[in-house]
């Protein structure tokens, strides 16, 4: 079952602008993922950010979360238009069997 | 690493026949793989839980008698969709959980994704 949502749903910019998507969830979790899927093809890990971080960075991305308020958000900074792709949350609950839990998605296009 | 295949990457079938999609872990042993699917422009959907030696868990909703799951081996599992229908038309995404110790003493737990099957029924 999807738990998280993400917002906006689609989002347009221009090369060279920073992209932020968010996420958010229900429950208590152990850590948050955030991956990246290009058209028609297969999901790619792009950061994992655990319960107990408040932000994390790598490369041009950089992830915050905030427990208190159960979201999370990505920046990507810079884009480029290898950006362009579909962005997803994906949270593993405390105490579940590890199954990833997933959001609804960010369609990011980030024009030249 | 942690690469994770898929096979076949592509394959349409007539109404009424099986399709066989095979997951493999490349260079890690997986106990646990996930199977999804995904419909256009959603996210992915998470449809069983496929162990190693046991029977699969279907996520609610999914039938166990129409997508049949086996993971014989640590580095195989396969899904099988019978007597498919358009509807079962979709995208199919597998994981596998690398459960190796780091080097910290960890385990991860993380899911390493295959590629995908685009399965379109006729």
């Known amino acids: 079952s999807q738990q998280g949502e993400e917002d906006p749903q689609a989002l347009s910019i221009q090369e060279g602008e920073n992209a932020t998507m968010n996420c958010s969830y229900k429950?208590?979790?152990?850590?948050l993922q955030w991956y990246r899927q290009n058209s028609g093809r297969g999901l790619v890990h792009l950061i994992l950010?655990?319960?107990n971080e408040r932000e994390k960075h790598s490369g041009r991305l950089r992830v915050t979360l905030d427990t208190s308020k159960k979201s999370s958000s990505l920046l990507i900074t810079a884009s480029r238009a290898a950006d362009t792709a579909s962005y997803f949350c994906?949270?593993?609950?405390?105490?579940?069997?590890?199954?990833?839990?997933w959001g609804l998605g960010t369609s990011l296009a980030v024009n030249p | 690493g942690a690469v994770v295949s898929q096979h076949p990457s592509w394959v349409i079938c007539k109404s009424g026949t099986s399709v066989k999609i095979e997951c493999r872990s490349l260079?890690?042993?997986?106990?646990?793989m996930f199977w999804y699917r995904q419909f256009p422009k959603q996210s992915l959907m998470l449809m069983a839980t496929?162990?190693?030696?046991?029977?699969?868990?279907?996520e609610q909703g999914v039938e166990k008698d129409k997508f049949l799951i086996n993971h014989a081996s640590l580095t195989l599992s396969t899904l099988t969709v019978t007597s498919a229908h358009p509807e079962d038309s979709s995208f199919y995404i597998c994981s596998a959980r690398d459960t190796r110790l780091r080097t910290s003493g960890i385990r991860s737990y993380e899911q390493y994704f295959g590629p995908g099957t685009r399965l379109t029924v006729t």
């Open positions: 429950t208590s979790i152990n850590n």
């Open positions: 950010i655990r319960s």
């Open positions: 260079d890690f042993q997986a106990t646990t």
């Open positions: 496929s162990n190693e030696g046991s029977k699969a868990t279907y």
């Open positions: 994906a949270t593993v609950n405390a105490g579940n069997n590890r199954k990833l839990i």
